[in-house]
């Protein structure tokens, strides 16, 4: 069984670091392009970050380049999201998916097929 699950949220000041993880059962990772997801509430999915396979290529939506690093070791079946200078607009759930086929690092939530249940992220004094 295809399982994603999802660890590393908490609460951080404005400034702070987290580092999340998104750790894969079920599949080999390596076969699955991974994407990290956030819904703060009230609002839509939004699209963060994206890793390819190999790791050769990501992606990163605007609101985070230059904060946020994705990265993933295959031998673990683990996806790393690194959060640097958070703020308060960071507040989110964050969920992490996977996609089997296509080209590219995506941030549209109708490319992945597979999602973990999340894990909650609160920047806040």
């Known amino acids: 069984q295809l399982r994603l699950v999802e660890s590393g949220g908490g609460l951080v000041q404005p400034g702070g670091s987290l580092t999340l993880s998104c750790v894969a059962s079920?599949?080999?990772?390596?076969?699955?392009?991974i994407g990290w997801f956030r819904q703060a509430p009230g609002k839509e999915l939004e699209g963060v970050s994206s890793?390819?396979?190999?790791?050769?290529?990501?992606g990163y939506a605007d609101s985070v380049k230059g904060r946020f690093t994705i990265s993933r070791d295959n031998a673990k079946a683990t996806v790393y999201l690194q959060m640097n200078s958070l703020k308060p607009e960071d507040t989110a759930a964050y969920l992490c998916?996977?996609?089997?086929?296509?080209?590219?690092?995506?941030?549209?939530?109708?490319?992945?097929?597979?999602w973990g249940q999340g894990t909650q992220v609160t920047v806040s004094t």
């Open positions: 998916a996977a996609r089997r086929y296509g080209l590219g690092v995506p941030l549209k939530e109708g490319a992945y097929d597979y």
């Open positions: 890793i390819m396979r190999s790791g050769g290529s990501t």
């Open positions: 079920g599949f080999p990772l390596a076969d699955y392009t």
